[in-house]
């Protein structure tokens, strides 16, 4: 009897442990709420033309950003190419919709490369660059994961955040498009940003 009784107490304490596990995971991973303005910070970066870029630059008009950086072997690529294809279906409803793609990669992608980058996908995002402390300050301020993984010689490849955030007029956090996500949720949630300004 007691034996049975040590072992249910032994289940009852590891159950509580895992679930308080996955209490703090879940806290971990908690997004802002819907509307709530965040990743404001203090940043002076570039965009491709070399006009300046504060976070008052994300404010005015429904906006998708996405940080990666122009040597991307896939995720990067795919994704711009979504924005554009998104910005395509969407056709005259999607006028108001902007695309901005920061760089996590300022050492190498300098705003005439990473504004060639975008641009040669379509001429509606805007890339956006910087010395690597104001950068370092926007991915802070965005949470935005990012690692330099060396490679073979001097050559390195970014792991990063691979999450398009999306943004109403304020700059106010509305939800996420992940990467590889079914193009009709994409869109019905753009469409959504899109209503509502």
């Not at 303005?37 to 008052?56: E, I, Q, S």
């Not at 106010?172 to 899109?194: M, P, S, V």
Request: glycine share 10%; charged share 20%; net charge negative.
């Amino acid at each position: 009897m007691a034996t049975a009784g040590l072992r249910i107490t032994r289940i009852v304490l590891w159950t509580v442990v895992v679930l308080v596990g996955l209490a703090a995971a879940g806290l971990y991973f908690v997004k802002p709420p819907v509307g709530q303005a965040f990743g404001g910070g203090d940043y002076a970066l570039v965009d491709g033309t070399g006009k300046p870029f504060t976070p008052a630059s994300l404010k005015g008009g429904p906006t998708m950003l996405f940080f990666g950086y122009t040597h991307c072997p896939d995720v990067c690529p795919a994704t711009l190419s979504d924005m554009a294809s998104w910005f395509e279906q969407l056709g005259p409803e999607g006028k108001p919709l902007r695309a901005v793609f920061v760089t996590v990669d300022p050492e190498r992608d300098t705003p005439a490369i990473i504004n060639d980058y975008a641009h040669a996908v379509s001429d509606r995002i805007t890339a956006v660059t910087g010395s690597r402390p104001e950068i370092d300050k926007m991915l802070k301020a965005w949470g935005i994961y990012s690692k330099k993984v060396p490679l073979k010689g001097d050559d390195y490849s970014m792991d990063h955040t691979a999450t398009v955030f999306l943004l109403d007029g304020e700059a106010g956090f509305e939800g996420t498009i992940a990467y590889e996500e079914d193009q009709a949720t994409a869109l019905q949630k753009l469409r959504n940003l899109i209503a509502k300004g």
